[in-house]
C-alpha cells in the first residue's frame, strides 16, 4: 500500500469514525439538540428543530459513507463544509461572549464549554479534513488494501 493511501485511508477512517461518533447523541437526544442549536443564536428559531433534525443524520450518512470509501470524494467535500461551519459557530459564539457547550460530541448541557481550546480542536480536525479531500482518489477504501 502507498504512503498516500494510507494516509488517505487514515483520514477517511478518523474523520468518519468522528462524524459517527458525534452523530449518535443528537439522533438519541433532538430535542437536547435543538436546545444546543437555539444557545448558539444563530439561526431563526422556526428553523432550528428541522435543523437539529437534519444534521445528525447528515452527519451519521456521511461518516458511514466515508468508513465505506462510497462517494468518498463528495463526502470529503461535505465533512470540510460541515467542520467550517462548525468552526464558524464556535468562533462567533466565543466571540459573542455566549455562554454554551459545543454540543459537538454530548448534549443535555452535559460537555465542557466552549473556548478557545474547543477553536484549536476544531482547527484540527479541519485539518485532517482538508488534507483528506486533497488527496480524495475517489477510490472505495475497500480497494485501497489492493495492490
Known amino acids: 500500500?502507498?504512503?498516500r493511501d494510507t494516509l488517505l485511508l487514515a483520514t477517511r477512517?478518523?474523520?468518519g469514525a468522528l462524524?459517527?461518533?458525534a452523530s449518535v447523541d443528537k439522533i438519541i437526544h433532538p430535542?437536547?439538540?435543538s436546545e444546543t442549536v437555539m444557545n448558539y443564536r444563530?439561526?431563526?428559531e422556526p428553523i432550528v428543530n428541522i435543523f437539529a433534525l437534519w444534521l445528525p443524520v447528515a452527519e451519521f450518512v456521511a461518516g458511514v459513507l466515508l468508513v465505506a470509501g462510497i462517494w468518498s470524494k463528495?463526502?470529503?467535500?461535505?465533512v470540510f463544509a460541515m467542520l467550517c461551519m462548525f468552526l464558524i459557530a464556535i468562533l462567533q459564539s466565543v466571540a459573542r461572549g455566549i455562554d454554551t457547550h459545543c454540543g459537538c460530541f454530548t448534549q443535555g448541557g452535559e460537555g465542557t464549554p466552549i473556548s478557545f481550546l474547543t477553536v484549536v480542536r476544531d482547527l484540527a480536525f479541519l485539518a485532517v479534513s482538508g488534507l483528506s479531500l486533497w488527496?480524495?482518489?475517489d477510490r472505495p477504501t475497500w480497494?485501497?488494501?489492493r495492490k
Not at 463528495?74 to 461535505?78: D, N, Q
Open 31 to 33: 430535542a437536547a439538540f
Open 143 to 145: 480497494k485501497l488494501f
Open 135 to 137: 488527496i480524495e482518489t
Open 19 to 21: 462524524f459517527l461518533y
Open 1 to 3: 500500500m502507498k504512503a
Open 42 to 44: 444563530m439561526l431563526p
Open 13 to 15: 477512517l478518523f474523520l
Open 74 to 78: 463528495a463526502m470529503s467535500g461535505i
